[in-house]
RNA sequence: GGGCGCAUAGCUCAGUUGGUUAGAGCGCUGCCCUUACAAGGCAGAUGUCGUGGGUUCGAAUCCCUCUGCGCCCACCA
């Protein structure tokens, strides 16, 4: 406790308490409560790329108000904090960052130092000195991010903080990873697969995303036996010597006589195959199968067994070396070679040319716009190319399983409720295993090698994996058991698989990793399932999906037994907020600018998963009661209220009772919404009240405080005043952490945010039969006088002779109960009531002379 | 094409299981330096609750239709 100071102010809050509540451990985690006692958070890590946005402040800020409720309920928190540094972002900043690029064949150099400033072409490095730079860019990066959360309040234990690179994560990740692969629930395949051509990786379905591009139908002449030509529409005409069978409806008329065509330019002859996905209303009704131009080409390929003839490779680039078929007639090599080593655009424009030249293109190119699908990340449409991968099952390819997930998805509480459908709306419609293989460097290795037989070649039917306690591991500096180090890559030896794992294959084991499965059992059994997981909604299907799959598998129950599913920011024209889009306002500024707890207010003003726009002006209104909470706490402190004197059996008068039930029907409310992941409500409320308190409450017993009514009197105003001050302190301390810590400290012992939250029984005493209606008559009387007063354009220290007031018998009884008040705080000398009946008008106050006033 | 959400004062939004005269804040207008607070306080004005229909004694609230906006998924020849 310390002095109230005369001048309160917000200044210098912030770096005061975030100092202090580390030096005292206010947020530390009794890592001995009972699973029972336990309430866990399975924060979301962000990624540790660039800066906190204004996006960041607003759900932490949610999860925070949530967090310190269940804190002062009684629960033990785990609130963990991690980073998101592995992955693809991390890398494509690192590159910019410090102008350099990873070449996994260039040797490691112990020497290397990027230059101070990153110059124009990237130099390249190689795989160990790109992944330690990375390492050391999101360790600064951390550093940054660590500093804002706590500016922010935010009440993390930052003993447990982790990071999805650190050793921690991967042994978590491998060990997972193990444990999918030997219970069947991960494999490896080769397959056709979508493929970001500059990140050169696989990407998974749920990292697709469509973008309309313009493109144009072109029509192109393929060949029938008899002499006659068959038209088809491509979008894609560059990959016609890929083409390896034409598709048509079975009910086509003329799919009864078309057997084979041969394709334009290069004369392949290819079969005619009837099937029901075709499109009879789409271009010409007829349509070519390349392998691959799009996913229904996969299908095709699949179910009709047809054979490969890719012509892109994985750097995007037209396949120099044209596959057999082409190769067989020298027309058609001749005609390949002019787009060989091209990419994609240049092989179209000249395939165009091809046609044009040959009379095979048959009128002009027509001009559409259609979606293509992009990775989210990528600036290039994907393409799709035959590669070996890793995949988790997740029900894409299976009913059974995918029943399962859908009823994990439905078993879990989510918050608002009608984000379940973005869930089971995702995995219903899965058409392929989870991909979690990416051809990257900054990322988990997948823990496996492989045998090399004689011929050098590896053995993937039969990875070998390495022992658990040996994890984590890295396969391309370390040797598999039985193997020495000079076998790697070596015939009859073996070599390590390449890749990793893509970022939410670790990420989806956030509860694991910030519960240290594994390594402390104990821990994690008092953890899991986390009680919430905050989260965005547009990372449902990864992110939420992806941690529901791997403990389906793990530990046959859901991640967590509550999604709070929070909103976006949108900008004044109603955009989402990005850092992406250039739209993103920076928060420090705006933390410096109305102090952290305006900031917060507006973001716990947001109803829980609802898109809220960006609003200076909320921050101003939190600002304000932020203040207000100062001098309201200063003037009622200093009646000589303390922490000593304030007892629940010194409040007699009737309108200190009745302020008391009204301050138990706020907790009554407030208390079940914030249970229920609801933190908007409790905010509304209690600011409500608290305003509505200090205009009418406050007013209304300042005078009998200070002593006109009496000695006792006066200790009855001054203990509602004092245990109403302690319960709006507490109930405003989830939101405004800093003002609430600071007024809390004028008067009471150790931290606001230790202490229980209000309950309805600590005020019983004194509430049991109080009528709520007597503080309302008083405060409706009292803005009647105010009124009269305003009208006739006085002060409000005008002295009224008489006022008279018109009104029903239970109203006019409640309204003697806080006559004495009323007259006090109005001014008023003597009163005429006049009992109405219901049906007449109620409440006529007139405010007749005000003789007694100096002139 | 399928799914979800939203539509209430000039603006941002509350309005809980249907129930008196639909609320708050911002903004606007007026008054007041009142014993916490003038970067404040007090008071005031402001609404065909998106459209059309239905259920009901009673609908912003429940049901149906339509319109507009936003998001997710699918389609990608």
Redesign the pocket.
């Known amino acids: 406790m310390k002095a109230i100071p005369d001048k ?1 102010t917000l200044d210098g809050v912030e770096a005061r308490f975030v100092e202090q509540w580390e030096a005292d451990h206010t947020y530390a985690f009794d890592r001995t409560a009972a699973r029972a006692d336990v309430f866990s958070i399975d924060t979301p890590p962000p990624t540790a790329s660039g800066s906190l946005h204004v996006g960041h402040v607003f759900s932490y800020t949610h999860t925070d108000t949530i967090a310190r409720f269940q804190r002062m309920s009684g629960k033990a928190v785990f609130y963990p904090m991690g980073w998101d540094d592995n992955g693809l972002p991390t890398e494509r900043r690192v590159q910019n960052y410090y102008g350099i690029t990873c070449d996994p064949s260039l040797p490691f150099d112990p020497t290397f130092e990027p230059p101070a400033e990153p110059s124009k072409h990237a130099i390249p490095v190689s795989r160990p000195n790109f992944v330690a730079l990375c390492e050391r860019l999101t360790q600064e990066d951390e550093v940054a991010y660590e500093q804002l959360v706590r500016q922010l309040g935010i009440s993390i234990d930052w003993n447990y903080q982790y990071t999805t690179i650190g050793a921690n994560a991967r042994r978590v990740s491998q060990r997972m990873f193990l444990n999918n692969l030997s219970r069947g629930e991960a494999y490896s395949q080769e397959a056709p697969t979508l493929w970001d051509v500059d990140f050169r990786t696989a990407v998974a ?2 990292e ?3 973008r309309d591009r313009p ?1 144009a ?2 029509d192109i002449a393929f060949h029938a036996p008899d002499g006659t030509d068959v038209l ?5 005409p560059e990959l016609l010597a890929s083409c390896v069978a034409v ?1 048509i ?1 079975p009910e086509d008329p003329r799919a009864a006589t078309l057997t084979t065509l041969r394709t334009p330019i290069y004369g392949v002859e290819v079969p005619v195959i009837k099937d029901e ?7 010409t ?4 199968c390349c392998t691959f ?4 080409d996969v299908t095709w390929w699949r179910t009709h067994n047809l054979p490969t003839r890719a012509i892109i490779g994985r750097d995007g680039l037209i396949i120099r070396e044209p596959h057999d078929t082409i190769a067989a007639t020298e027309t058609a090599a001749a005609a390949y070679a002019e787009i060989a080593g091209r990419n994609v655009k240049q092989a179209q424009t000249r395939v165009v040319e091809q046609l044009r030249e040959s009379g095979e293109l048959v009128g002009e190119p027509k001009p ?1 716009q ?4 992009f990775f989210e990340k990528g600036d290039r449409p994907l393409e799709i190319v035959t590669s070996r991968q890793w995949y988790i099952r997740n029900g894409g390819r299976d009913a059974d399983l995918r029943a399962a997930l859908i009823e994990r998805g439905n078993a879990l509480a989510w918050h ?1 409720d ?2 379940r ?2 869930y ?3 995995v ?4 392929g295993d989870w991909l979690i293989s990416r051809q990257r460097y900054f990322g988990v290795p997948l823990p496996l090698w492989y045998r090399l037989d004689g011929e050098g070649q590896p053995d993937y039917s039969a990875p070998i994996v390495p022992y658990s306690d040996s994890l984590p591991m890295d396969p391309s500096s370390d040797v598999p058991d039985g193997f020495t180090a000079d076998q790697r890559g070596k015939p009859g030896g073996f070599m390590g698989d390449p890749d990793v794992m893509d970022t939410w294959a670790t990420s989806s084991l956030t509860p694991q990793i910030a519960g240290r499965w594994g390594t402390d059992d104990d821990l994690f059994a008092r953890l899991f399932p986390m009680h919430m997981r905050p989260q965005s ?2 990372i ?2 990864t992110w939420l999906f992806a941690t529901v799959v791997r403990a389906h598998f793990e530990h046959d129950s859901l991640p967590f037994m509550n999604a709070s599913i929070s909103g976006w920011i ?1 900008d004044p024209d ?3 907020m990005s850092k992406s889009k250039g739209n993103a306002v920076t928060p420090i500024d705006l933390l410096q600018q109305y102090g952290t707890d305006a900031v917060r207010y507006w973001a716990a ?3 829980p998963g ?4 960006f ?1 200076e ?2 921050m ?2 939190g ?2 009661l932020a ?2 909470l100062l ?2 706490s ?2 009622v402190l ?1 009646f000589g209220v303390t922490h000593a004197t304030v007892d629940i059996a010194n409040v007699t008068d009737p309108v200190d009772r009745s302020m008391l039930a009204g301050l138990a029907a706020l907790i009554d ?1 407030c208390t079940p ?1 914030f249970a229920g992941f609801d933190y ?2 409790p905010l ?1 409320r209690t ?2 009240f608290f ?1 509505d308190w ?3 409450y ?2 209304l017993v ?2 009998r405080a ?1 002593g006109s009514r009496g000695p006792e009197a006066a200790t009855s105003a001054q203990a509602g005043l004092g245990i109403a001050l302690s319960v709006i302190q507490r109930l405003l301390a989830p939101f405004m952490p800093f003002a609430t810590d600071e007024v809390w400290s004028w008067w009471q012992p150790g931290s606001v945010h230790s202490q229980a939250w209000p309950t309805v029984s600590e005020l019983s005493a004194a509430t049991a039969d109080a009528d709520p209606l007597v503080l309302d008559m008083a ?1 409706e009387i ?2 009647h006088i ?2 009269g ?3 006739a ?5 005008w002295a009224v002779d008489s006022a008279e007031v018109h009104d029903t018998a239970p109203r006019l009884a409640a309204f003697q109960q806080a006559i004495h008040d009323v007259s006090d705080a109005g001014l008023v000398a003597t009163w005429t009531c006049t009992e109405i009946s219901p049906d007449q008008e ?1 409440i006529v106050v007139h405010v007749l002379a005000e003789s007694s006033n100096p002139t």
């Open positions: 309160p379905q749920a697709l995303e469509d493109g139908f072109h088809i529409a491509t979008t894609r598709m409806h996905l075709v499109d009879r209303e789409k271009g009704g007829v349509v070519m131009g799009d996913l229904t559409i259609h979606p293509v699908k608002p009608h984000m459908h973005r089971v709306n995702w219903g419609g899965l058409n909604h547009e449902i299907r949108l109603r955009k989402k003003s947001a109803r609802v898109d809220t726009a609003d002006a909320q101003k209104v600002r304000k203040v207000k001098n309201a200063k003037f200093s409310e919404a908007a409500r509304e600011e409500a305003w200090c205009d009418n406050l007013e300042k005078s200070y405060a009292l803005g105010r009124r007063k305003t009208e354009k006085r002060s409000m220290k109620k």
